[in-house]
């Protein structure tokens, strides 16, 4: 079989509307041709992708953000408690914007074989399309991140100018509510206005003037209307005054005359005359079509006829606004569909990928990760992360080897389809074909590694390989059942990973988080009631002077470890629990006893030295890391979060314990793992490491 | 008029420097800087809570710069946007004033706050207002030119960090001597018979012939190693101690040795380079190598901000439009993190840039307390008002791109400028006096007046406000919260009036945001009297009563400046009143204090929460 490569595929003849392109891994990673959506092409693109995924077997997603940890201090530590590891997901997912998603929809064709994939690459930006608060009118930037993103030639002009805007479902909700109380407000408003002021504040003899002037030509405009007939006075005042401002015109099938060419000041005036001289005309202040302001004078021949056009208009404004806000959903349509598909979504290590399409699209994120994890799991019954499934299967983890487990390299090793110098295996590869369905190329680009939709595409392939592993077949002539309820993938479906390096998975079917049983853990099991919190130290304060320190006064093997956050804030796991309450009394008491010469010469003294140190238990941690600020530095962030004492007091120590407990103390073992760590992790764990070869 | 002709008069006059012709354009710049007699600048940046930046609500509108804000209240509010956003142009004006003439040299710099050095700096990350990022777009700001091609830079705090945890190799001063031990006189008898016999083995011409083994050999030795093309040995060494004794003795046995310091990643000294120069003449070409080589690095390491530092040291007077803004951000940018209050921060300012004139300021001078909300508003008026023809003079570019017009705004500050100075006669420092009809610029200098909003543009065309402005003292403000969601401030007046003494006297009441509203006496003493009964329960009942059991709260200004000091701003302004509330329970000087300062109050400035 002779496969043809398209790279740029463009051909001469574009009279064929479906063209099938086989595709091949190449090592550059790229040469996919997908469907690059912007507001221009949205609502095309969005009908052919609904079609697509209603016949889809699966859809692969990925995100792409615009920065992934606030702060140095909220990246995820391997100890992490778990109610502290979704606090952290879920400042990420709140802060940073999504600028790009990857949909792409897999089917598979059995009269040819293969899979047909679909990949999208939406641009999205959370841009202020209805005059109240939008989306998200401000989110952060990593630097870092936004570095990569321009490494990966990620295109930023596309996003800002040409991007897809959307609104969650609580923010249309809110939207809408907002709209029909101001609707109700405006419309008893407009009915009883009579008790209002209607003293004219003169302030200048110019207004005076104006006034008067105005007053004179409104009284000759309606009389001219009720002499006559409406349509004799039309047809006259066409011939006879040519007054500039005064065209009558005819709104809601009533006499009117537009205002043009008055400034705001004046026009408050106008309203001011026609309410206190002129029962029967009423100002209208409508928004028209566009965003231009219209304000006109109609004439209403009752009092009943002025609050029936009052509502009319009131009604045509709500209306117009009511569909602006619906326009504004925007990529949420594409959320939405998914839902109500209920198609099984495959994402790779996308629980923070789940998060962010919560928080834009659904709404906030609720506090707790189990809460979170069933609302997901309603609206999608089936999730698979492909990293979870490449770690767990035992067929997989012997194909994958000692390999990387990042998406690109378990695309190239799991899908070498057709890439001519890989050798030919045992193994059958799945074949994939790329579908366009258009004539106009201008919106297909070619995928690139780090752009989401191929990131996308990428997943959905090393799915789909995985689930031949697995012993899935895919036969020529017979169509797929329900992935989704196949027993071969049952032990994976909705396991997802908390965080890179928890070493636990969370189903979210119960919302219940447990140890990973082939996870190779590098520090010992954190016990969170022997852990104390301290920051605000003096700068110069390495690990080994804390832990010497606090050696002198509990013993020498008083501390079992010590985590620097920052180079302003650590965690100390002392090896007995009541260490803790000691610490924190001692520390109360050598304060409180400032210039005592016990306190000066006391061991901890050089710790409390500049008067700034800080110390509590973990949950202290936990509050501090909810709170909504993200300063650069732990200790400025403590202060942000309103914390005002220096040592929390013995009695509310234990209070908070009981509270929060029952997530303390979970034990993990594992294998191993392979991952690997940013910068900054490295040199947090390299001073762990370096403590404990202290020892 | 000059801002509608300005693009297209403009257009391709503003130099647009980015990372790739930085250092090239930096000499030209310095001479510009420092022949000219005023510097006009101009920023772009990520988001701000400023005055002039758009009317769309906020999620916290009351983080903006308001009329209830005094000058210490609205530094504080700078300080938070500038910590929080991010620069990304920063267009100057060096300009010679000669009569009506204008001579202008504009540049607009493309800025990223780029982690060149890996080590979190400039910033972790920033924020970004959707509606500010869109208003650039619309202008066809080339964000991708700015985050690939920006320039980075480092503020003078962040420099001195930088050094600290990412050193390079360079000359040090030898300090005084300090006492030496006897395992000193050891240390340095070793390393002198170690630095004289490599020293001696390099000087003898008879071995130049020997083979490539008996080379290496010696290499190996007496660890010798080449520095460019000079020979040179490395001395390990443990302290900065150890580093001075080296440094002496080296400077004993030759005039031709150049010793050099060599940190290792973390900082700590690891060693001394001892290099061998051949004579005087190549020993001060090393040294003005080695020179140029740290200049070169250190001109990486703080970027942009070079330009800064050579403002700083021309000590011209610096032209701004929203000068509390632009500099609170310079500040935090390009100096150190800024200090907790105005007074400070303005000392702080003064050491880096001694005149700073406020365009806004200027225009009180010229009519008392009139106010544009823009500068084309601004300029307008002084078409409109007075006769002061400007002849602007740029000239043009030897590489200019002509459709690119960023950073034009510098331009017209510049004009603005010109005009106003027609009228002002600000005379630079160096210059003297003409007559008495000039001043001086310090005489103007350094008077921020900050730029409050309204949530309401007028839409008068002239964008400028009518003389409603009041002077309120903050003894007369009152803030209220814990009444109806969603009620407007008519309503909630409404409520209010008599139902107590205080509320049947003139009194406005206008809204914060949505949990918040502020309410202004104009009766002396009323707030006293209204917050003294509602502490104290002796409402009696009534309407006032309803609304206090229903919730109806109320504190004095200092509450109100007490959560900016704080800086509670994720929150709705009730709940951080609350808060403070809460922590200074038992603090009555909290809810009334007698000196006051006064705010600018102006009645048409309708917070109007039900314009959607």
């Given at each position: 079989m002779i496969r043809q490569w398209l790279l740029w595929a463009v051909p001469k003849t574009l009279t064929l509307v479906r063209r099938y392109r086989p595709f091949s891994s190449s090592s550059s990673g790229g040469g996919v041709v997908m469907k690059r959506v912007t507001r221009a092409n949205f609502e095309s693109a969005l009908e052919g992708l609904r079609a697509q995924v209603q016949e889809a077997d699966f859809v692969a997603i990925d995100l792409e953000m615009t920065g992934v940890t606030s702060a140095p201090w909220r990246e995820c530590f391997e100890f992490d408690r778990a109610d502290v590891r979704y606090l952290k997901v879920k400042d990420s997912a709140e802060k940073f914007a999504v600028v790009q998603i990857g949909v792409c929809p897999f089917r598979w064709d059995p009269s040819r074989g293969s899979f047909l994939a679909y990949p999208h690459n939406f641009f999205i930006f959370p841009r202020k399309e209805l005059p109240f608060d939008g989306p998200s009118h401000e989110f952060l930037c990593q630097t870092t991140s936004m570095n990569f993103l321009a490494k990966y030639q990620f295109d930023f002009n596309t996003c800002i100018h040409e991007g897809i805007s959307y609104l969650s479902r609580v923010q249309e909700a809110e939207a809408l509510n907002k709209l029909s109380s101001a609707y109700e407000n405006e419309l008893t408003n407009s009915i009883n206005t009579s008790g209002e002021n209607l003293e004219i504040p003169i302030v200048s003899t110019a207004d005076l003037l104006f006034t008067e002037r105005i007053k004179n030509k409104f009284h000759e405009w309606r009389n001219r209307i009720t002499e006559s007939s409406c349509a004799e006075c039309y047809v006259k005042e066409k011939t006879e005054h040519v007054m500039t401002q005064f065209q009558t015109i005819f709104f809601k099938m009533r006499p009117a005359v537009t205002l043009n060419g008055f400034n705001s000041h004046q026009m408050k005036l106008i309203q001011l005359v026609l309410r206190k001289h002129f029962k029967d005309l009423v100002f209208i202040h409508a928004q028209g079509e566009e965003v231009m302001l219209e304000r006109k004078v109609v004439y209403t021949d009752s009092e009943e006829d002025k609050a029936l056009l009052m509502r009319e208009v009131l009604e045509d404004l709500h209306r117009s606004k009511e569909a602006r806000v619906r326009s504004a959903v925007g990529f949420r349509h594409v959320i939405d569909f998914l839902v109500s598909e209920q198609k099984l979504i495959v994402g790779h290590n996308c629980l923070l990928d789940i998060a962010h399409v919560y928080s834009k699209f659904f709404g906030p994120l609720p506090s707790s990760m189990m809460e979170f994890a069933l609302s997901i799991h309603e609206n999608f019954p089936n999730i698979v992360d492909t990293k979870h499934l490449l770690n767990s299967s035992h067929v997989l983890q012997y194909l994958m080897k000692k390999n990387s487990k990042s998406l690109s390299s378990a695309f190239s090793l799991l899908c070498p389809e057709a890439s001519s110098d890989s050798p030919k295996s045992a193994h059958s590869y799945v074949k994939f074909e790329v579908q366009t369905d258009e004539t106009g190329l201008s919106n297909w680009t070619s995928g690139a590694k780090h752009e989401a939709g191929y990131d996308a595409f990428m997943t959905g392939c090393v799915f789909a390989q995985a689930c031949a592993h697995l012993g899935i077949k895919f036969d020529l002539d017979s169509p797929l059942t329900n992935l989704a309820t196949n027993d071969k993938l049952q032990g994976y479906i909705n396991h997802l990973y908390?965080?890179?390096?928890?070493?636990t998975v969370i189903d979210l079917s119960t919302g219940f988080e447990k140890a990973e049983s082939n996870y190779k853990r590098k520090y010992p099991t954190v016990l969170f009631s022997k852990v104390v919190l301290i920051w605000g130290f003096p700068s110069k304060f390495k690990p080994k002077d804390l832990k010497d320190c606090i050696s002198k006064v509990f013993g020498a093997g008083s501390v079992t470890s010590i985590f620097f956050l920052d180079y302003t804030a650590s965690l100390v796991q002392f090896s007995k629990e009541e260490y803790v309450n000691d610490f924190l009394m001692l520390k109360d008491i050598l304060e409180r006893n400032d210039n005592d010469p016990i306190s000066v010469l006391h061991p901890l003294a050089e710790l409390l030295d500049g008067g700034n140190t800080h110390a509590a238990d973990y949950d202290t941690y936990r509050q501090i890391c909810s709170a909504p600020a993200s300063k650069v530095l732990f200790a400025d962030q403590a202060e942000a979060a309103g914390i005002r004492w220096k040592t929390l007091a013995g009695c509310q120590n234990s209070e908070a314990w009981e509270a929060t407990s029952m997530n303390g103390s979970s034990t993990f073992t594992g294998v191993r793992s392979h991952e690997l760590p940013n910068t900054h992790q490295v040199s947090c764990e390299d001073i762990l490491d370096s403590l404990y070869a202290a020892r | 008029m000059a801002s509608n002709g300005g693009k297209r008069r403009w257009s391709g006059a503003v130099k647009q420097v980015t990372k790739s012709n930085f250092s090239a354009a930096l000499e030209q710049i310095k001479k510009h800087i420092n022949d000219s007699d005023f510097i006009a600048i101009s920023t772009q940046k990520t988001g701000d809570f400023s005055g002039s930046s758009s009317t769309s609500s906020h999620r916290?509108?009351?983080?903006r710069v308001l009329p209830i804000d005094t000058q210490e209240t609205a530094y504080l509010k700078a300080k938070h946007a500038a910590e929080r956003f991010e620069l990304l142009q920063f267009a100057i004006c060096p300009f010679r004033l000669n009569g009506s003439k204008v001579l202008a040299h504009p540049y607009n710099f493309h800025l990223f706050p780029r982690d060149e050095l890996n080590l979190g700096m400039p910033s972790y990350s920033f924020s970004c207002q959707s509606s500010f990022l869109t208003s650039m777009a619309r202008e066809g700001f080339d964000f991708n030119a700015c985050i690939y091609d920006g320039i980075t830079y480092l503020s003078r705090a962040q420099e001195s960090m930088a050094r600290d945890r990412n050193p390079v190799a360079r000359l040090r001063p030898l300090t005084s001597p300090s006492p030496q031990s006897v395992a000193d006189s050891v240390f340095m008898g070793r390393i002198k018979s170690r630095v004289e016999n490599w020293w001696k083995a390099c000087k003898d011409p008879g071995k130049a012939t020997d083979d490539s083994l008996v080379l290496s050999l010696r290499k190996l030795i007496l660890g010798s190693e080449l520095y460019g093309s000079r020979p040179c040995l490395s001395i390990d060494v443990c302290s900065d101690h150890q580093v001075q004794l080296v440094l002496v003795i080296v400077g004993q046995i030759c005039d031709d040795l150049v010793p050099i310091v060599v940190p290792d990643n973390r900082g700590e000294v690891k060693a001394v380079r001892v290099i061998l120069t051949s004579s005087k003449e190549d020993k001060n070409l090393l040294l003005s190598a080695i020179q140029s080589q740290e200049e070169e690095a250190d001109l990486k390491v703080r970027g942009f901000r070079e330009v800064l530092d050579v403002i700083s040291r021309s000590h011209k007077p610096i032209v701004a439009y929203n000068c509390l803004h632009d500099f609170t951000f310079i500040h935090s940018k390009f100096i150190a993190p800024l200090p907790p209050s105005m007074a400070e921060f303005m000392c702080s300012l003064r050491l880096a840039f001694s005149e700073v004139l406020d365009i806004n300021h200027l225009l009180k001078e010229i009519g008392p307390l009139r106010k544009a909300n823009n500068v084309p508003a601004a300029l307008s008026y002084l078409k409109r008002q007075f006769f002061t023809p400007v002849e602007l003079e740029i000239p043009p570019q030897v590489d200019s791109n002509t459709d690119k017009h960023h950073g034009h705004n510098v331009l017209r500050i510049t004009y603005l400028f010109a005009k106003l100075n027609c009228l002002l006669k600000i005379i630079p420092g160096h210059q003297p006096a003409l007559g008495q009809y000039t001043r001086e610029v310090g005489d103007c200098a350094n008077i921020f007046y900050p730029c409050s909003t309204t949530l309401q543009e007028s839409d008068d065309e002239d964008g400028f406000q009518t003389d409603k402005f009041k002077k309120v003292g903050t003894n007369n403000v009152v803030l209220l919260w814990g009444f109806n969601a969603g009620i407007f401030a008519s309503g909630l007046k409404r409520q209010l009036h008599g139902s107590h003494t205080v509320f049947f006297d003139d009194f406005e009441v206008q809204l914060v945001d949505r949990t918040c509203a502020i309410v202004v006496f104009h009766v002396p003493g009323s707030a006293e009297n209204l917050l003294e009964d509602m502490r104290s329960g002796s409402i009696g009942s009534g309407s006032l009563n309803d609304l206090i059991s229903d919730g109806l709260k109320a504190a004095g200004y200092e509450t109100y400046k007490k959560v900016c000091r704080m800086g509670l701003w994720e929150t709705d302004l009730a709940e951080a009143l609350e808060m403070v509330l809460q922590e200074h329970a038992?603090?009555?000087?909290m809810t009334f204090r007698k000196d006051a300062s006064e705010i600018y109050w102006n009645s048409d400035l309708m917070i109007d929460l039900s314009d959607i």
């Open positions: 908390p965080s890179w390096n928890s070493g | 916290h509108p009351w983080r038992n603090d009555l000087s």
